[in-house]
C-alpha cells in the first residue's frame, strides 16, 4: 500500500514492501547458453526470511541507497539501484527516490536476497509513480536484471524455474508448507566462479569419458509435485564444486544432518544450507544449538504464502 506521509509541509509519497528469500528445492544445470549463462531447471520456494524496503520519493534528483547493512553496495552496483535506474532511463521519468533497506537476508549466500530487493523496487515504483505496468512489462524489467527476479515478480509461494531462471511456472498444486533451518556461513560466495568451475569439472569429464553422458535427472515439470515426497525432489548439481571450493559449507551440511535432519540441501551456488524439520518448534530447537557458533547465521524460517 501507498501512504502519503506530511513532513515539515512537504507532501512525500512512500511505500513499503516485503522483500522475500528463497531456496532452491531443486536446482539441474542443462548447459552454458550462447550468451554466458547456463540453462537451469530449478524448484523456487519463497520462505519467511525478509528485507524489508521503504521508498520515498525526494527532491534531490537522484537514486538514493540506504541500508543497516555493511556488506552490500551502497551506488549502482546495488540491484535495488538498478531497478530504479532501468525504470527512470526506460520510462524517461525524472522523479528521485531514497531506497532504504532494512537488511535480513545475508548477501552472496544463494538466497536471492539482492533479485529479491530488485522486484520489491520494481513493484513499489509501479505504485509509487501509478506507472500501471503490468505483469509482462515488470517481467520483461526483471529479465534484465537478474535471473532470479522474476520469481519474486511471480508472487508464487512455490514455482518451476526454467531457461537462465526467468522463466516462471507457479506450482499452484504444490500446497506443501516447509519449515527449515537455514545456516549461512561467513563467507561470500560468486555465482559466476561456481558456474566457471562448474564448466572446467564438466569439460574434463567429458575429456575423461567422452562417451559419458551428462547424468541430468529427469525433469520433474511432467510430475504432479505435491503427490511427491520431498526427498525424491531435493537435488543441487552445483552442491560438488561449492562443496570442493568451500569445504566449511560441505561441513555445515554434514553438521546439519548430524542434528537428524534427513532432507538437507545447499540453496543456489550456496553457502546457505538448509535442513527441513516438522515443525516450527523443532526449528528453533535446532537453530539454539548453531546459535552458539560466531561465524553462522542461523534463521528458522517456513514458506511464505
Known amino acids: 500500500p501507498v501512504r502519503r506521509l506530511n513532513e515539515d509541509s512537504l507532501m512525500i509519497k512512500t511505500v513499503r514492501l516485503t522483500s522475500w528469500a528463497k531456496l532452491n528445492l531443486y536446482l539441474e544445470v542443462l548447459g552454458k547458453r550462447q550468451d554466458g549463462y547456463h540453462n537451469i531447471s530449478t524448484i523456487f520456494e519463497r520462505i519467511s526470511l525478509a528485507d524489508e524496503i521503504t521508498i520515498n520519493e525526494t527532491d534531490n534528483g537522484h537514486i538514493k541507497i540506504e541500508s543497516d547493512a555493511r556488506d552490500i553496495p551502497k551506488n549502482s552496483r546495488n540491484l535495488a539501484y538498478k531497478a530504479a535506474a532501468l525504470l527512470r532511463d526506460d520510462l524517461g521519468i525524472r522523479k528521485a527516490v531514497a531506497i532504504q533497506i532494512k537488511k535480513r537476508i545475508p548477501a552472496g549466500a544463494g538466497l536471492g536476497g539482492g533479485s529479491s530487493n530488485a522486484a520489491g523496487v520494481l513493484l513499489g515504483l509501479n505504485q509509487l509513480w501509478n506507472l500501471k505496468l503490468n505483469k509482462k512489462k515488470l517481467l520483461e524489467y526483471g529479465a534484465q536484471l537478474g535471473s532470479d527476479v522474476a520469481f519474486f515478480l511471480s508472487g508464487a509461494s512455490f514455482a518451476l524455474g526454467n531457461g537462465r531462471g526467468e522463466k516462471i511456472k507457479p ?56 503427490k511427491v515426497p520431498i526427498k525424491r525432489i531435493l537435488f543441487n548439481r552445483l552442491e560438488d564444486v561449492t562443496f570442493k571450493r568451500y569445504p566449511q ?19 543456489g551456488s550456496g553457502g546457505a544450507v538448509f535442513g527441513i524439520v516438522n515443525s516450527r518448534k523443532e526449528g528453533l530447537r535446532i537453530a539454539r544449538i548453531f546459535s552458539r557458533d560466531k561465524d553462522l547465521k542461523v534463521f528458522v524460517a517456513g514458506t511464505a504464502r
Open 249 to 267: 559449507v560441505k561441513k555445515l551440511k554434514m553438521r546439519l544432518k548430524a542434528q537428524g535432519m534427513k532432507n538437507v540441501l545447499m540453496s
Open 171 to 226: 506450482l499452484t498444486n504444490f500446497k506443501k508448507r516447509l519449515w527449515h533451518v537455514v545456516a549461512v556461513p561467513k563467507l561470500k560466495v560468486s555465482t559466476q566462479k561456481i558456474y566457471e568451475e562448474y564448466d572446467k569439472s564438466t569439460a574434463q569429464m567429458v575429456r575423461l569419458r567422452p562417451s559419458a553422458s551428462s547424468g541430468l535427472r529427469l525433469p520433474l515439470a511432467g510430475a504432479d509435485l505435491g
